[in-house]
């Protein structure tokens, strides 16, 4: 009897479970529940940037892009300011790799900060960019940080541009997104994407050479690009081995030929001698 009863109360517990989990099995087979299904970033490398679509400034005045793409690279992150952790650690961690650079905001590349959720105020863009500035701790770069907000709809035309897919929670008010830097060419092209939440200054510093087409590029940038290789998949610079094995190569192949050229020199140097000393003998 008490094992009948036991039985019976595994039944009414597997029951109870089964009406507990089903409203929760169909929100996650609904497509509309599951946010992250659609959140990411899809590379569009040499995709061209709307530059007309108008944002507001730190001011409230209106802006389009192409007011602050202009001539030179510019490393653009998309957040929004009332984040509550990513964008934070991001942009603390990206201002960290800024202050290890000796390239400057504002002298060889700009940045241009935007906040995706239109909701957003030009006074709340103004006090991030005191913030991000007060740490960058170089004063002279502020009219090459911009910080904007915008409509719904520039919204939308730069993060499907640059594939830069997010979704907003109506449940928590908060929204679900990528983390990544997109570097721009001067003239509005996407170059580069750095993802995640740390961003090696290597990278950072090749990845803007690059999308300045050499135009700020050291002798040690052009060396540095002889044996990396951007990696599309991962957004990293990796060793370039096959590249490095051909300059070494080249390298090899030009001091044997050297060599020889010095070799074939100085004997006919010692010819010239012992034939000159020969001549005066007699």
């Not at 793409?69 to 960290?96: A, G, H, Q, S």
């Not at 190569?249 to 020889?260: D, E, K, N, P, R």
Request: neutral net charge; proline residues 5%; contains cysteine.
């Amino acid at each position: 009897s008490s094992g009948l009863h036991q039985f019976i109360r595994v039944l009414v517990f597997v029951a109870l479970l089964g009406v507990a989990v089903r409203p929760l099995q169909a929100q996650l087979q609904d497509p509309a529940g599951n946010l992250f299904e659609s959140v990411g970033v899809e590379p569009k490398l040499g995709a061209s940037l709307p530059l007309d679509i108008t944002f507001q400034d730190e001011q409230g005045h209106g802006v389009d892009l192409r007011s602050v793409i202009r001539d030179k690279p510019v490393v653009l992150n998309l957040v929004y300011f009332e984040c509550p952790m990513l964008c934070n650690l991001t942009m603390n961690n990206f201002i960290r790799t800024l202050r290890t650079m000796r390239m400057n905001v504002g002298s060889e590349f700009d940045v241009v900060t935007i906040s995706f959720d239109p909701r957003e105020t030009p006074a709340m863009s103004a006090s991030a960019k005191r913030t991000a500035l007060q740490r960058y701790g170089r004063g002279e770069s502020a009219n090459g940080w911009h910080f904007l907000t915008g409509e719904q709809n520039s919204i939308e035309k730069l993060t499907a541009a640059v594939g830069f897919r997010y979704q907003y929670d109506p449940i928590n008010g908060q929204y679900a997104h990528p983390s990544t830097l997109i570097v721009i060419t001067p003239d509005g092209r996407v170059s580069r994407y750095l993802p995640g939440v740390e961003f090696p200054a290597r990278d950072l510093r090749l990845s803007v050479v690059e999308a300045s087409d050499g135009g700020i590029a050291t002798i040690s940038d052009h060396i540095t690009l002889l044996c990396y290789a951007y990696n599309p998949h991962t957004g990293r610079y990796n060793m370039a081995v096959q590249r490095i094995i051909r300059v070494a190569g080249l390298f090899t192949v030009s001091a044997i030929v050297g060599a020889m050229v010095i070799m074939l020199r100085h004997d006919r140097l010692r010819r010239a001698t012992q034939v000159e000393e020969k001549t005066n003998g007699t």
